[in-house]
């Protein structure tokens, strides 16, 4: 292990430590007449309690507006100064929604007495700022880590949150077992479908559809580049997690709460619909399955441009064989995608309805781990294990050993 690799590994340690502190700190004014906090609330109402929320919806607003909005793209890809400007806009809305959400969750902490003891004015205001400032925190830990750390900021920080939830999860089943109310065999069962999503998961994020291409000889100022031949990777998903899941059950959930507001919620329609979309009734699993399809497929268009794609190459004098340059190039790389972008669709799919799937047969077990948690979990190792590979490599002096 190299000197800068122990380094990168000690400031992440110690920043992951600081946010599972953080996990612990109430929010400002909440007590109790009797001195203490009700089990569990810590956790709950931390200056963390929103977490990375406010920041990850903020995200997804800005690049769902860049898919529509052809300057914030321009923006989004006009190098450095652009990265920043698009970086401002979502800490200002990043902001705004932490602000919102905060002071909605204090205003409501204030009508229990028996949390916020003794609460007056101000509580709300201190209790919204520590929990807003709880989330700048949280922002600037996960760039901490990202950019002198190891691994991704924000997964990490969201991977340590699923998993340290875990163990109190797996000590309720095993009560559960011990007396009797839950089967071993369906443990089992768990634990066997959970490997093999894992090794799914593993599977699918390693997968790669490569495209081969040839360079010609070219020249790029005084020197002289030889022929040479290279592939064009295409992942299976190239669609990610959060966007298509995140933004899937607005769909319908955004129209459903307009009609509420409009027609009334004790409308026998409204208060129908309400209920068939629950987590695992039939019609909410159809329509979060078409939904997150659909959102795959127009995400990844967004994100893998094939006459992008087909222009770069012809502008460094690669060819895929066999192929003719520009428009053929860019149609055939649109087919390749969209045959790998379904693959990831359906992927996708499946680790949505799994939570949902267990519900509806009647098979759930009482922990909060979905296919969306393993994905951000297992993809979060992964690139863990390939950023401490590619360190171990390297001197401090940034050579291959």
Request: proline letters at 5%; one cysteine or more; hydrophobic letters at 55%.
């Amino acid at each position: 292990m190299t000197q800068e690799l122990a380094r990168r590994i000690a400031l992440t340690i110690g920043a992951l430590l600081l946010f599972l502190l953080g996990t612990r700190v109430p929010v400002t004014g909440m007590w109790t007449s009797s001195g203490s906090l009700p089990p569990g609330a810590v956790a709950r109402l931390s200056i963390f309690a929103l977490g990375l929320i406010p920041y990850l919806s903020a995200a997804i607003v800005i690049r769902l507006l860049s898919v529509v909005w052809r300057g914030l793209s321009s923006l989004e890809r006009s190098g450095e100064h652009g990265r920043r400007r698009i970086a401002r806009h979502t800490l200002i809305l990043t902001l705004a929604f932490a602000t919102f959400q905060a002071y909605g969750i204090a205003s409501a902490i204030q009508r229990i007495p028996e949390i916020a003891a003794g609460a007056d004015g101000w509580f709300a205001v201190s209790a919204t700022a520590s929990m807003v400032g709880g989330v700048v925190l949280l922002i600037w830990l996960s760039e901490q880590i990202t950019s002198h750390g190891v691994g991704n900021g924000l997964a990490l920080i969201l991977s340590v949150g699923i998993l340290v939830d875990l163990p109190n999860d797996v000590a309720g089943i095993v009560d559960l077992v011990q007396r009797g109310a839950v089967s071993g065999n369906l443990v089992l069962a768990h634990m066997i479908f959970w490997v093999v999503v894992v090794v799914l998961i593993v599977f699918v994020e390693g997968a790669r559809r490569n495209v081969r291409v040839e360079f010609s000889e070219r020249r790029v100022g005084k020197r002289v580049l030889s022929p040479r031949a290279a592939v064009l990777p295409i992942k299976i998903n190239n669609a990610g997690y959060l966007i298509p899941v995140t933004v899937a059950p607005w769909i319908f959930y955004l129209p459903l709460a307009f009609a509420s507001f409009v027609f009334g919620a004790s409308t026998p329609w409204v208060a129908a619909a309400y209920v068939h979309l629950q987590l695992g009734r039939p019609a909410h699993m159809i329509l979060i399955s078409i939904a997150v399809f659909v959102l795959a497929l127009f995400y990844t268009a967004y994100v893998v441009d094939p006459e992008h794609a087909a222009d770069s190459l012809a502008k460094h004098g690669g060819v895929i064989p066999g192929v003719a340059p520009g428009e053929p190039t860019a149609d055939y790389l649109d087919r390749v995608v969209s045959l790998t972008t379904v693959v990831g669709a359906v992927y996708l799919t499946v680790l949505q309805l799994i939570p949902e799937a267990f519900v509806a047969s009647g098979h759930a077990l009482p922990y909060n781990m979905g296919g969306g948690a393993a994905l951000v979990v297992v993809c979060t190792i992964l690139d863990l294990q390939s950023q401490v590979r590619d360190l171990s490599l390297t001197d401090p002096g940034g050579e291959r050993q």
